[in-house]
């Protein structure tokens, strides 16, 4: 126990990495603005295409199948479908890379 070979906190503990079961408010919040800041992506290329008279197949395609900030439950905001949770749900930040891959259409029913 005591020498060359003790072992750390990190190693007593379990997994190095820990990451808590539940997103903070902060990481909410700023979940929030990142889907925001897409919406506001989405709608500026949208009014700017308009403006030209052009339209583009993928835009289109996102407003029509993908809900706004606004328009998403609380449910689908912070949490995403995963066949082999318990409940089907697992909290986003769970997922690698959170940050950056959107997750806003889950299986109708989860």
Known sequence: MFGAFRITSPLNGGLLWKTPWRL???QKYRQRQ???AVDSVVATVDRALAKKGDTVESLERWKAEMP???EMLPKDKY???ARYEKRYRKSI???PKWTRVSQRLNPPGY
């Open 68 to 70: 706004t900030e606004q």
């Open 34 to 36: 990142r889907l925001r």
């Open 93 to 95: 930040h769970k997922l």
């Open 79 to 81: 949490t995403i479908f």
């Open 24 to 26: 903070s408010k902060f």
